[in-house]
């Protein structure tokens, strides 16, 4: 057998995973704006009309139910293969914890605060803007992170409809385990997904802080 | 009522709000909030809407702003009819303090006194200069400007609020129970300095409270309002104390209506007794021949600002070798002439000889009253409401 140790598998790899693991964080992070752009915009539509906001909020949880193998199997007649379809479900699954924490965000603002704005004369869309966005966007963003989480994982899936990243990798091992490097492929498609993860992780901590008022904290 | 006002006005006041019929049904209720409203306020006055809790007080005055939108009536502001004008124009014409104050949190102090003046279009430098002048003002520190909301104590925060909501000079202010969220001590510093501020600034301020002794200090006027916003009465704390309209303002402004009305008045406004005073630096001598002159048992030293120092008995004095400045004993018991016979009893109470000495701002001495002069103060008032030939008791 000519299957190497994992180690030395990343070091003779490493470019490919590197090349591979940005195309993951691309894929994301497409998906995230798409998503973040969308449930926003729903959000601040909804958050004072609690029917409205039941609807958007009941499908946006339904579209997290579908298996993503099904969604993306789904999309194949419609989108083709690669990376639209990837994009497209990958915003889906990103929709619901944003829109969620845009929702709750927006409605734990101090109604004290919203009538003292109102009081001064900023009209409803100053109040939005000034006022009340910047005030939901710790929660907002905090929906936008678990969102980027999730959909990291997930886009390991869209390999199925050949999209980007490094889901290819995990499966084509997947296909052959016991081949050889087979393991080393599937191993080394997770460790990218985990590396992502924490770098997200440590990006939205600090994108967090530098666009949250220092009133807030 | 009416009679009594148009004859204490005489037609120098010029109205500034002048709400007409108003009414507010709230959507799902049978019974209006508001019923029927029709008063006028006054430039330059501190009128006081005060009532029971959910009089409709709260309701009347967030209908001046449209806040809350009337169903019924209408809203003149300076002779304009206000009530379907642009809002948010509106308000940016009004000062508003809520209980809550509502600063904005992610927003520093300079940017929450510069939101209206922004919207207006005012320039950075004039934005700037303001928000020093309000922070004086307000007596803030300008080191605060680029604090947070949180960084501040309840009783910065309102002052806050309230420089927010002079920052683009509005001529009326509405304020819905601004001092109800401070505890008593600050709350009586900020009723004090708002009233001198007021003294400056002449804003016309709709306030709303439902305690009525603060309603007594604040307002230049009050209207004491039962359900539905019905005006019991309508006139200044003077007479509303001396004269209530009927059984409900009597029972609203509750016992000790006579106390109260001790709090309106100023010492400045009573008779001070002629007291012997001396100088510190008189001969002991002098001191016993003005002391005999006068008749009174004690003498009054000054300083050389004339600044009231200590009290001296002929006892003290007997013995040349005391100097004056250690004899007797120090005047403690010392008010400014602006102090009300409420707090002036109060000091009188607690001082040795039951007399308080009077001093001007600058602390030179003015006068000395006495229980008699206070007594005597307390009698005037009383006949006030036979006086005026309205409202004497059948048979009194």
């Known amino acids: 057998m000519n299957s190497m140790g994992f180690f030395e598998y990343l070091a003779s790899r490493w470019d490919d995973l590197l090349e591979l693991s940005i195309e993951h964080a691309q894929v994301v992070l497409v998906s995230l704006l798409i998503a973040t752009v969308i449930g926003v915009s729903l959000g601040v539509l909804t958050y004072r009309r609690p029917a409205a906001a039941q609807v958007v909020l009941a499908i946006a949880s339904t579209i997290l139910t579908i298996p993503s193998f099904a969604l993306f199997g789904l999309l194949i007649p419609l989108l083709g293969l690669g990376y639209k379809p990837t994009v497209v479900a990958l915003s889906a699954y990103a929709l619901l914890s944003i829109l969620r924490n845009t929702i709750t965000g927006l409605r734990s603002v101090d109604p004290a605060i919203t009538e003292s704005a109102k009081g001064m004369g900023l009209s409803n869309l100053q109040q939005l803007v000034r006022i009340e966005l910047p005030l939901a966007w710790p929660v907002i963003i905090a929906g936008i992170r678990v969102s980027a989480l999730l959909i990291l994982g997930i886009a390991a899936i869209a390999a199925y409809v050949n999209g980007p990243g490094l889901g290819g990798d995990i499966f084509s091992g997947l296909s052959r385990i016991g081949g050889a490097n087979s393991l080393n492929l599937v191993l080394g498609g997770f460790l990218g997904i985990i590396v992502l993860a924490l770098v997200f992780e440590a990006l939205f901590a600090v994108l967090g802080r530098l666009t949250t008022s220092k009133g807030l904290n | ?396």
């Open chain 2, 1 to 396: 009522m009416t009679d009594g006002m148009r004859e204490r006005d005489n037609g120098h006041r010029e109205t500034m709000i002048r709400l007409e019929n108003l009414s507010k049904t709230f959507p799902g209720q049978h019974e209006p909030a508001v019923d029927d409203l029709t008063m006028e306020i006054y430039a330059g006055e501190i009128v006081v809407l005060v009532g029971p809790s959910g009089c409709g007080k709260t309701t009347t005055m967030k209908m001046i702003n449209r806040i809350i939108e009337p169903t019924g009536g209408r809203i003149y502001i300076e002779g304009e009819d206000v009530t379907t004008a642009d809002p948010d124009k509106l308000r940016r014409r009004i000062g508003y303090v809520i209980q809550q104050i509502g600063l904005f949190p992610h927003m520093t102090i300079a940017d929450n006194i510069a939101t209206v003046p922004r919207m207006l279009g005012w320039d950075k430098k004039r934005i700037s200069d303001r928000i020093d002048e309000l922070l004086e003002t307000v007596h803030i520190s300008k080191s605060y400007r680029d604090r947070y909301p949180k960084q501040l104590s309840g009783g910065q925060r309102q002052r806050i609020g309230v420089a927010r909501a002079m920052a683009a000079d509005p001529p009326i202010m509405l304020m819905d129970e601004p001092f109800g969220a401070v505890d008593p001590i600050t709350r009586e510093r900020l009723q004090d300095e708002f009233i001198r501020l007021q003294q400056d600034i002449q804003k016309t301020i709709v306030f709303v409270t439902h305690d009525i002794d603060e309603a007594i200090k604040m307002g230049d006027r009050i209207a004491i309002l039962r359900e539905q916003s019905k005006i019991a009465q309508y006139d200044t704390p003077e007479r509303i104390l001396t004269d209530p309209a009927d059984e409900y303002v009597e029972d609203f402004i509750g016992s000790g209506a006579s106390l109260k009305r001790l709090s309106l008045s100023r010492v400045q406004d009573i008779q001070t007794s002629d007291w012997p005073v001396a100088g510190l630096n008189d001969s002991h001598d002098g001191v016993r021949d003005k002391m005999q002159r006068s008749g009174k048992e004690y003498v009054l030293l000054l300083d050389d600002q004339r600044k009231p120092k200590r009290w001296v008995s002929m006892a003290d004095i007997e013995h040349n070798g005391i100097p004056l400045s250690e004899a007797g004993w120090p005047a403690v018991a010392i008010v400014e002439g602006r102090s009300s016979l409420y707090d002036t009893l109060d000091t009188m109470i607690t001082s040795y000889k039951g007399s308080a000495i009077v001093v001007d701002d600058a602390g030179r001495y003015q006068g000395v009253v006495d229980f008699d002069a206070v007594l005597q103060a307390i009698e005037s008032m009383r006949p006030a409401q036979h006086r005026d030939g309205r409202a004497v008791p059948e048979g009194a």
